[in-house]
T-cell receptor
Framework: DGGITQSPKYLFRKEGQNVTLSCEQNLNHDAMYWYRQDPGQGLRLIYY???????QKGDIAEGYSVSREKKESFPLTVTSAQKNPTAFYLC?????????????FGQGTRLTVV | DAKTTQPPSMDCAEGRAANLPCNHSTISGNEYVYWYRQIHSQGPQYIIH???NNETNEMASLIITEDRKSSTLILPHATLRDTAVYYC??????????FGAGTRLTVKP
């Protein structure tokens, strides 16, 4: 089945450790996105990538890093510099530029830092 | 920052139409209006999108004003399973896709 997969669904880490969240899509989409969601809040954009080997910061990029070495993969690293990393993280993808297109979301990773 | 404003919450009786408004007064000529919804702790689900004309699909209808500064999502016969947070977004060309706080719709029996 085609789709976008985030793993793991739940993740626990100790404070001060870096952690990498996986996002994989087999939809052949060019663009991919990472969002953070805190309880009762909307989605905030962390990073997005319109094409392989290129990405841009969103509104809350500090303390996060990404890479886009392959079209199907857009991993997010939550570094120790992120002051409040506990949150629900969502990944999305969308197809070619230039026309109207919908974005598909993964089911999210809930990160808890203790 | 999100380019849209929505009421924080709305209620609707089961079986009635739910009309969710969205203001996007700074929308650009090539930006589309998209609607998504998010049921608790899941990824957002695409509902519908449009540019200028009104649109309808199996889930909902989208009414966009002639000046494109606002739109309304209509769920024609709301069910309890439509209880969710509904997000209105303006977006084009795989650029940054920003969400606001959305509208929490509660469908009541």
């Amino acid at each position: 089945d085609g789709g976008i997969t985030q793993s793991p669904k739940y993740l626990f880490r100790k404070e001060g450790q870096n952690v990498t969240l996986s996002c994989e899509q087999n939809l052949n989409h060019d663009a991919m996105y990472w969002y953070r969601q805190d309880p009762g809040q909307g989605l905030r954009l962390i990073y997005y990538s319109q094409i392989v080997n290129d990405f841009q910061k969103g509104d809350i990029a500090e303390g996060y890093s990404v890479s886009r070495e392959k079209k199907e993969s857009f991993p997010l690293t939550v570094t120790s510099a992120q002051k409040n990393p506990t949150a629900f993280y969502l990944c999305a993808s969308s197809r070619d530029r230039g026309t109207s297109t919908e974005a598909f979301f993964g089911q999210g990773t809930r990160l808890t830092v203790v | 920052d999100a380019k849209t404003t929505q009421p924080p919450s709305m209620d609707c009786a089961e079986g009635r139409a739910a009309n969710l408004p969205c203001n996007h007064s700074t929308i650009s000529g090539n930006e589309y209006v998209y609607w998504y919804r998010q049921i608790h702790s899941q990824g957002p689900q695409y509902i519908i999108h449009g540019l200028k004309n009104n649109e309808t699909n199996e889930m909902a209808s989208l009414i966009i004003t002639e000046d494109r500064k606002s739109s309304t999502l209509i769920l024609p016969h709301a069910t309890l399973r439509d209880t969710a947070v509904y997000y209105c977004i303006v977006w084009y060309n795989n650029n940054d896709m920003r969400f606001g706080a959305g509208t929490r719709l509660t469908v009541k029996p």
